[in-house]
Structures are given as C-alpha cells and as structure tokens.
C-alpha cells in the first residue's frame, strides 16, 4: 500500500489533500497537528512512505515535525506545505532533511505529480533494499551503495536523506561532468518539477556540510558559476 500522513491544521485544506490522495490511490492518514503526527508515526504502527507537512501548525510546527521524522528515519519522503511568504522557512525545511515543498494554492493535479515523483524515488529505493542489490560506486575515500542506499566516507557512513542519495548518485555517475542546475533538478525530482531550481543550491549546500573537510573550500562539489556543479574526486 502507498501510505502518506497528512498534518494540516485547516480541515478545508487537509480534507482537500486527502479525497485527491485517495482518489489517486493513495492510502491517507490524518492528524491536526504536529503533536498527533508524530503520534501515529510512533504508535500506530503505519510504515508510511510520505509525508505530508504544514509548516505553520500550533504547537508543533511543521519544521519541527520534519526534523524529527527524519531523526526517525532516512526513508520516508517528506513534503512541506507553504505560504509564499515563508521563503526562509522552505530553506530551513530543506536543510532539516525535506525533499520538496509546495506554497500554497496549489492544484489538485499539481498535488498529485508531486506526491508521485516523490513516491516512486521512495519505492526505487525500497526496492533496492527488498532485492538486496549489490551494486556499488567507489570513488576514492568515498563508496556509495545502491543497495543499502548508503554513503561511506573513509569507512563511516554519511547519513543521506532521498535527495540527497539521488545528487550523489548523478555525480558519482558523471565524475568531473559539469551538470547544469536544470539537469540536476530533472534528475532528482523529475519532469513534474516546475523549474524552480533554487531548491537545487539549497541541497547542494546541506550536501556539502555532510561531505567535505571544509564546506568554505570544497574539493569534490565544485560550482560551475552560472551554470550548475561537478563532482571532482
């Protein structure tokens, strides 16, 4: 079953995400808050997939939520739900391990090409691990498995959220390849992706904090300035 909690405060809009997430075949839980979330993450013994996050919540906030599912777990997909002026709040998001955002209005079909992108790079990852794939990429300290879904660096594993694991993948595929931002953004959440490829620096910095000796001089994500960035071993 494709499972998603949704926490959205507002009953209008939660009902509306959850009738087009069952009407996309999708199987949905709710909660009104933060608090009750976490709740059902914890004791109601789902294995969800995705989820679905409000930043501005009472009590506990969406930005808190997604920090401690993905203290929980590197697995689940998380998407957070925005207003337009909450630009630093998407960037805070990102960096506590969300894989995307969407500001608010959005569209019923928008909705659900999100959810699915985000679902099917969830589900390719499951499957590796189901499967018990053997394939590995060794790229001097570094050694990334696309089994376990795992980054080694000089032995000690690097915690990837999906995003994450996805970047790595590409460069690891395309060493010393400059790769435009647009490449990148395509890559990692698809087609269904509306081009805003700010949410590429975003990552590619947070990537940078858990890879490189110094973040302030980086000697394998180099910036292609004006255009993108490549992976240098």
């Given at each position: 079953m494709k499972r998603i909690i949704v926490a959205e405060d507002e009953l209008a809009i939660r009902e509306f995400i959850v009738l087009n997430l069952e009407r996309a075949g999708y199987n949905v839980t709710e909660a009104d808050d933060g608090v009750v979330a976490l709740h059902k993450y914890e004791n109601e013994n789902e294995d969800f997939d995705i989820a679905i996050l409000d930043i501005m919540m009472?009590?506990?906030?969406?930005?808190?939520?997604?920090?401690?599912?993905?203290?929980k777990s590197s697995?689940?997909?998380?998407?957070?739900?925005?207003?337009?002026?909450?630009?630093?709040?998407?960037?805070?998001?990102?960096?506590?391990?969300?894989?995307?955002?969407?500001?608010?209005?959005?569209?019923?079909?928008?909705?659900?090409a999100r959810v699915d992108a985000l679902y099917r790079r969830v589900a390719?990852?499951?499957?590796?691990?189901?499967?018990?794939?053997?394939e590995e990429i060794s790229l001097g300290e570094f050694k990334l498995n696309l089994r376990s879904h795992t980054l080694l660096k000089k032995g000690e594993i690097i915690d990837l959220t999906h995003v994450e694991f996805r970047m790595i993948e590409f460069f690891?595929?395309?060493?010393?390849?400059?790769?435009?931002?647009s490449e990148i953004s395509q890559h990692v959440w698809g087609q269904t992706r509306l081009g805003d490829e700010k949410i590429v620096d975003v990552n590619i910095r947070r990537l940078r904090m858990k890879?490189?000796?110094?973040?302030?001089?980086c000697k394998h994500i180099i910036t292609v300035w004006g255009f993108g960035y490549k992976w240098m071993n």
């Open positions: 009472p009590g506990l906030d969406g930005l808190a939520v997604c920090k401690e599912l993905r203290k697995e689940i997909g998380i998407i957070l739900l925005t207003a337009k002026t909450q630009e630093m709040d998407k960037i805070s998001g990102l960096m506590f391990g969300a894989d995307d955002y969407m500001t608010k209005p959005f569209s019923p079909s928008e909705l659900v390719i990852a499951q499957m590796r691990a189901e499967n018990n794939f053997k690891f595929s395309n060493v010393g390849a400059a790769l435009s931002r890879i490189e000796d110094d973040p302030s001089k």
